[in-house]
């Protein structure tokens, strides 16, 4: 498996991933409909999302954005539901981190799906909030933050 940069044809790919990866969690055909727009990589989001590709196959990706000076913000993070567990997952947050910090960013956001809190909590985040989902009205996602070391 490499971790590249994502390609603009790629697009309408990752983003049937996210939608797939997010209905991993059992979550219905209305939800998943209602997070698509939220969920879809448009090809002007491709200079800040990196994929996982697996001898050809997309198989994870993430987007992560500058907030700040010292801050990014994890857009997206992905994974291919058959190889959620595999390692996909921790290999493209760790490259995450890394480009983070060689980006020299301090810390990074990351609002996450509430199924994928212990993901993050041994990716190193602490829980320091809640944002409003974009999807859902009234629903509260968690909101983390992962301190880049320089």
């Known amino acids: 498996m490499i971790i590249r940069a ?11 991933l996210a939608l797939r990866s997010k209905a991993h969690w059992g979550y219905s055909d209305a939800f998943i409909e209602a997070c698509r727009n939220e969920l879809t990589v448009r090809p002007d989001q491709i200079q800040n999302t990196v994929c996982a590709d697996d001898n050809g196959e997309l198989v994870g990706f993430y987007g992560l954005v500058p907030v700040s000076d010292d801050t990014v913000e994890l857009e997206a993070l992905f994974v291919e539901p058959s190889r959620i567990g595999s390692g996909v ?26 199924n994928a809190t212990a993901f993050y909590l ?9 944002r409003p989902s974009g999807s859902i009205p009234g629903r509260r996602l968690p909101l983390f933050e992962i301190p880049i070391k320089a």
């Open 122 to 130: 041994a990716a190193g985040a602490s829980q320091i909030g809640e």
């Open 6 to 16: 994502a390609t603009a044809a790629e697009a309408d790919l990752l983003s049937e």
């Open 89 to 114: 997952g921790k290999a493209l947050i760790e490259h995450a981190i890394s480009r983070a910090s060689a980006q020299g960013a301090s810390r990074m956001l990351v609002e996450g799906d509430p």
